[in-house]
């Protein structure tokens, strides 16, 4: 009867490791690095945990404002949205309404499709319906929501809002100038320039 004699594994740099491509020396040094990979200890944990917590409080930060309380506001509403930046202009519908202990803001295109659904009950966002979720278009309503509240309203809910003539402002974030009370200009330092009016009305 025939014996075989195991294969002979050659060390790493060895002729009979590089003429075979090196397979042999991989698979030794493979089984050290994961013979030799420390174990999770409680610090690196730890790290984990805070890494997390940082990303889940900077998510928060960047939330738009919100009141402090329940402005008044003359629902509902349908307002014309015009939104324009680099050159390029899109005309949306808005419709603002009160349903339950919430406020529904459904925005569509001309064509009447929908492009964002979101309810703000209990001073949280809340998706409504299957759209995906539109960071811009929430953006847009938390704007929405300083220009509508009236101004005797205005530092009880916005303490940080600047307030002069036909223009309000929250610093850093949001610049709106009046020409009527549902006829304004709504500006981002970073983003897009809106131009809101009632719908029926002619934007100035």
Not at 135 to 164: C, G, I, K, M
Not at 166 to 176: G, N, Q, S, Y
Not at 177 to 185: E, G, I, N
Not at 193 to 204: A, D, I
Request: some cysteine; overall charge negative; charged content about 20%.
């Amino acid at each position: 009867m025939r014996h075989f004699r195991p294969a002979y594994i050659a060390p790493c740099g060895s002729g009979l490791a590089r003429e075979s491509g090196g397979s042999a020396c991989m698979d030794v040094e493979s089984t050290d690095v994961f013979a030799s990979k420390p174990a999770p200890t409680l610090s690196s944990v730890w790290r984990l945990l805070v890494v997390g917590m940082l990303l889940l409080l900077s998510a928060c930060a960047s939330q738009p404002p919100l009141p402090a309380g329940h402005p008044t506001l003359p629902l509902p509403l349908q307002l014309h949205i015009e939104r324009e930046q680099a050159g390029q202009r899109q005309d949306w519908l808005l419709v603002i309404q009160r349903e339950g202990a919430g406020i529904r803001w459904s925005m569509m295109d001309p064509l009447g499709i929908p492009q964002a659904r979101q309810q703000l009950i209990d001073g949280h966002w809340q998706a409504d319906g299957l759209l995906p979720p539109n960071e811009e278009a929430r953006e847009l309503f938390a704007a929405l929501l300083f220009a509508l509240t009236p101004s005797a309203e205005l530092l009880r809910n916005y303490p940080d809002a600047q307030q002069q003539a036909e223009r309000r402002a929250l610093p850093a974030r949001w610049d709106v100038c009046y020409a009527q009370s549902l006829s304004f200009q709504l500006i981002l330092p970073e983003g897009p320039h809106y131009r809101v009016s009632q719908l029926g009305e002619s934007t100035p």
